[in-house]
């Protein structure tokens, strides 16, 4: 079955303690992002990765890194969060991010993450 | 730059109740403008994507219309199980973003039984 998946779903942390979420597709896509979700706000775009060792920063990037060593995988990584970062966060991927009909992003069921 | 603006921010309907949601959107030059539905605390399932002025899509109950400035998701007789936020989203031709998908705030739909 063609997913993206996310883990944890759920992480409670503390201020300054550093987390990784990480995000796997199965989908051989070139195209891979991360976004926050907040309520008043939707959802905003975090970096985003073209492919293999190419990440790019999003709207939002502050306090956040990413990587992209291998295709199938884009962890988020939060070195030092803070209360500011609770939000519910997704990663999404596509096959490129180009126009094509088939280029769809789809999006892994989301990591709810509380800072406190 | 970009903006994708939606409407209303909530709507309630009765079962059975047709109606629609209104996606505005600001871009340079179209490159996709995409629907998602989204259930609480789950992740944006796509529904429908349009690409010129005139396309239309149907899914069940539901069809997405595109003209130069907005498009509209039409909503037939609306079951409970309609309820939901849909989410437009534009695929950005702006700069150094340019591919990536801009979202509106969404919509979200209660159709009371």
């Known amino acids: 079955e063609a997913q993206v998946t996310q883990n944890p779903r759920y992480l409670i942390t503390v201020t300054g303690k550093k987390l990784t979420v990480t995000c796997s597709q199965n989908?051989?896509?070139?195209?891979m992002s991360w976004y926050r979700q907040d309520p008043g706000l939707g959802l905003r775009q975090i970096y985003y990765?073209?492919?293999?060792?190419?990440?790019d920063k999003g709207d939002v990037p502050e306090g956040y890194k990413v990587s992209r060593k291998e295709k199938r995988n884009f962890p988020l990584i939060l070195e030092s969060p803070s209360p500011n970062q609770t939000s519910l966060y997704f990663c999404?991927?596509?096959?490129?991010?180009?126009?094509?009909?088939?280029?769809?992003?789809?999006f892994g069921a989301g990591t709810r993450l509380s800072v406190l | 730059e970009d903006q994708v603006t939606q409407s209303p921010e909530a709507l309630r309907l009765q079962e059975g109740e047709s109606s629609s949601l209104n996606c505005s959107y600001t871009?340079?030059?179209?490159?996709?403008l995409f629907w998602y539905r989204q259930d609480p605390g789950k992740g944006p399932e796509f529904l429908f994507t349009l690409y010129s002025a005139g396309e239309e899509k149907e899914k069940e109950r539901l069809k997405a219309t595109l003209t130069k400035k907005e498009s509209f998701l039409h909503i037939t007789a609306p079951k409970p199980e309609d309820s939901a936020t849909y989410l437009c989203a534009v695929r950005s031709n702006y700069g150094g973003s340019q591919g990536n998908l801009i979202f509106g705030k969404g919509t979200k739909l209660s159709v009371k039984p």
């Open positions: 989908m051989n896509h070139e195209y």
């Open positions: 999404a991927s596509s096959l490129s991010r180009g126009a094509a009909a088939k280029n769809i992003q789809y």
């Open positions: 871009v340079s030059g179209l490159r996709g």
């Open positions: 990765s073209m492919n293999v060792e190419v990440t």
